[in-house]
């Protein structure tokens, strides 16, 4: 994969981005113009990317695409991109876990001096509940790989990406606990607590750059999607959805 084009898509969250890379290196990215445009500036913003770099569509080979759990439409936009574009010049697909996109952030904390141990990844689910997952960051190990940005070795998962209440999270984490993720604002009365430190609001979104360098683990490490199979990562039906079948009961 040293020469091989890749695009990322991340619309997982409030704003999405895009990027694209050549092997291991990042190319460019481009970040939407505000919240909630990913399905008015997804393929605008990629065409952009293309245009800019003279790439061909043709030329592409991978195309990393933040799965989920998130904003439904969001995700239902990015693989079905993902996947008609796959589809269409016989690319591959590589899923990322958004919590682990997010949790990236930790290292755009940790060099801007903050001192992480344990960092819980957190995202609004509705009904009471957040989607959330636990990492331990290993400083150490850190310094010795301050070049290494895949999500390994200094960032580990310790609870996997779940759905569960504020509460019940707290109660299963590592503390002292360093939060992160949009989820936050919408129960922030229940994570302030003694052992809970509740990071900036700029390490809270998901971007293109992080869900790049994930992804890149993942194909190395052979998690390729089949297109015809692959479905996002959800956790819980859409509220619509839920609401129905509630008034059919």
């Not at 895949?150 to 299963?172: A, H, R």
């Not at 994930?214 to 509220?239: H, Q």
């Amino acid at each position: 994969m040293n020469d091989e084009l890749s695009l990322t898509i991340e619309t997982s969250g409030l704003t999405g981005s895009v990027a694209i890379g050549v092997g291991d290196q990042l190319i460019d990215s481009k970040v939407m113009s505000a919240p909630l445009k990913h399905s008015t500036e997804t393929l605008p913003l990629i065409n952009k990317l293309f245009n800019d770099h003279n790439f061909l569509p043709e030329q592409l080979k991978t195309i990393y695409v933040s799965a989920g759990p998130g904003s439904f439409t969001g995700i239902r936009i990015a693989v079905t991109m993902a996947k008609t574009l796959a589809y269409a010049l016989d690319a591959e697909i590589v899923a990322v876990p958004s919590l682990d996109v997010i949790a990236l952030n930790a290292v755009k904390a940790v060099e801007d001096g903050i001192e992480l141990s344990n960092i819980g990844v957190v995202l609004e689910a509705g009904r009471g509940n957040i989607f959330c997952a636990c990492y331990s960051f290993n400083t150490k190990v850190w310094n010795e790989n301050i070049s290494d940005t895949s999500l390994t070795p200094f960032l580990n998962i310790e609870l996997p990406p779940t759905m569960e209440t504020p509460d019940y999270f707290l109660s299963k984490t590592p503390k002292p606990l360093h939060i992160l993720g949009e989820g936050i604002n919408y129960h922030i009365n229940e994570f302030v607590k003694d052992d809970v430190i509740i990071l900036n609001k700029k390490y809270y979104a998901p971007s293109a750059e992080n869900a790049f360098e994930c992804g890149k683990k993942r194909k190395s490490a052979g998690l390729i999607e089949n297109p015809s199979d692959f479905t996002p990562i959800y956790m819980r039906k859409p509220e619509a959805e839920l609401k129905w079948k509630e008034q059919k009961k």
